[in-house]
């Protein structure tokens, strides 16, 4: 957009202006500009081009306008991962309205306290779910897909257009929640231009394409789901949606669609590798996957290559606050293996001490970030936000993710655990995560999770895989000090996981409750 604002930004040997005012529907529109009739969005049901997704939420745009939606009114949205959800994320966008999409999973007793905190003037849910979310959200309109969709398609076979709405780059486009696992579920309030910002730095290093297809595992309730619709559109690349697919018939998907890139968690690339073994030597178009959400076990980053040749697995890290802190580009894999990345172009990644003085290089302390795609806080939550983003001291806001960690001469950033993840056992301090690394390097050990010890409970360690829990103890005291080695093993057939592919140490805990070291 020429004469408009823009913040500096690099990659490897070039420049480049990642926008902070384009809004979330401008990546749209730019793509349907420049490919209107490539593929933009697939689902079970079918495909729709750029210019079918753009006429779609236009239409989404005016039937909005005709409810009586309007600017900075939230309209959240129960439904699985389809083409009409991202018709709707868009055409929301539009009417400078807020999405708030939730998990299909989530139960009524976190809906409602969600609902309580968005207060939204619109609600859609699948057509089964409408009684039951009126009675949890009353005195607001419920409405179910099927009522709402042929609505929309005759606006869109109409070609209705609404009046227009004036949509700013610091208005809300999305309030995304995070895992209500441990307490009431928070919102982080996503701006349009933060969005746009962090999607174009985050493909200055992955580099989506137009050749690319993007299957998505992941429901777009969740950030990591909700950036591959916007990436796509930077990369006018597909959109494959597989959220809700079975995990058993991933390896076969990825297959028949011709996926070019595979957005992963540990546990999905887990099974994926698992059923590359089972089913082996067929072609593939897979270039690229990308992880998130947990450290992913060198062996099953090699299991990937060895059943995907030529495809590159890059590690991200991240937080919804942000979006994405750090991406560890390839070339920099070998120098650094043990490294989450280096921050995004344009934004700045350290570590600081308990008073908030920037660490040396090699030094542990909080990992703190700060740029343009740092969001503005969490809704109606002030308190959690002044301990999460504070003020920067050149302006601007450095989000104090609770993260734990260090960094390198280079700047390249290396994660340690979270403030929860860290604890001191026998006087030693350390982290989940460096056990669990210890644990998934012993072979026949496909994931693991480890328990920190608490009031009644040894530290204890979980794997998945082929191994006695001895021989897993054994294996653990010849990579680990003494006190770091833990006093429980337990061998499962699969560890329980969130709905966001993290260990849950809750189902954890009580899979120990009555047994002892």
């Known amino acids: 957009m020429n004469g408009q604002p823009t913040a500096r930004v690099r990659t490897d040997a070039r420049t480049h202006d990642a926008r902070t005012d384009a809004r979330v529907h401008d990546l749209l529109d730019e793509a349907t500009a420049e490919r209107p009739n490539a593929p933009a969005v697939a689902d079970g049901a079918g495909r729709w081009t750029y210019r079918e997704l753009t006429a779609h939420s236009h239409a989404v745009d005016a039937w909005l ?3 009586g939606i309007g600017h900075g009114d ?3 949205v129960q439904l699985p991962s389809t083409r009409e959800l991202l018709a709707l994320l868009y055409g929301t966008a539009r009417r400078g309205a807020v999405l708030v999409p939730v998990n299909t999973g989530m139960k009524d007793f976190h809906l409602r306290a969600v609902v309580e905190n968005s207060e939204p003037a619109l609600i859609v849910v699948t057509d089964p779910a409408v009684d039951r979310i009126a009675a949890l959200a009353e005195g607001v309109p419920v409405l179910g897909l099927g009522e ?3 609505d929309i398609t005759a606006l869109r076979v109409r070609g209705a257009r609404s009046g227009g709405a004036e949509v700013g780059p610091e208005d809300l486009a999305v309030l995304v929640y995070t895992s209500g696992s441990t307490a009431a579920p928070k919102a982080v309030i996503c701006p349009h231009g933060r969005m746009v910002f ?8 992955l580099g989506y394409r137009p ?3 993007v299957l998505c595992r992941f429901p777009i309730s969740w950030d990591y789901g909700l950036y591959k619709v916007l990436l796509t559109a930077v990369g006018r690349s597909e959109l494959v949606l597989a959220d809700g697919e079975s995990d058993l018939v991933l390896l076969r998907r990825i297959r028949e669609t011709g996926a070019t890139v595979v957005p992963i968690v540990p546990s999905l690339a887990t099974m994926i590798v698992a059923l590359a073994e089972r089913e082996p030597s067929r072609e593939s178009r897979v270039r690229m996957f990308t992880n998130t959400g947990a450290a992913l076990p060198k062996t099953t980053a090699d299991g990937l290559r060895t059943a995907f040749p030529g ?9 919804t606050e942000c979006k994405r802190v750090s991406v560890l580009p390839p070339a920099h894999q070998d120098a650094k293996p043990d490294s989450v990345g280096r921050p995004l172009p344009g934004t700045r990644a ?6 908030g003085n920037p660490l040396a290089p090699w030094q542990t302390g909080e990992i703190v970030v700060e740029g343009p795609h740092v969001m503005p806080g969490y ?7 002044a301990r999460a983003f504070r003020p920067a001291p050149d302006g601007g806001l450095r989000l104090h993710t609770g993260d734990f960690g260090h960094v390198d001469e280079d700047g390249f950033l290396y994660y340690e655990g979270r403030r929860d993840d860290m604890f001191k056992h026998k006087g030693v301090r350390m982290s989940t995560t460096e056990i669990e690394s210890a644990a998934t390097d012993i072979p026949g050990v496909r994931a693991a999770a480890v328990l920190p010890p608490a009031e009644g409970r040894a530290l204890a360690v979980f794997a998945e895989g082929d191994i006695d829990p001895h021989a897993l103890l054994k294996e653990l005291s010849l990579r680990l000090e003494p006190a770091k080695v833990p006093g429980v093993s337990r061998v499962v057939g699969e560890l329980p996981l969130t709905p966001h592919g993290k260990h849950d140490r809750k189902q954890l805990a009580r899979l120990l409750e009555g047994t002892s070291p």
């Open 65 to 67: 306008e005709e409810r």
């Open 74 to 76: 939230r309209v959240l």
């Open 148 to 150: 709402v969709w042929p």
């Open 198 to 205: 962090a999607t174009e730095a985050i493909n200055l290093e």
């Open 211 to 213: 050749d690319d297809v």
């Open 311 to 319: 495809a590159e697995v890059i590690i991200q890290f991240g937080q």
């Open 350 to 355: 350290f570590v600081v001490d308990d008073d």
């Open 379 to 385: 809704w109606r939550a002030p308190e959690q936000t």
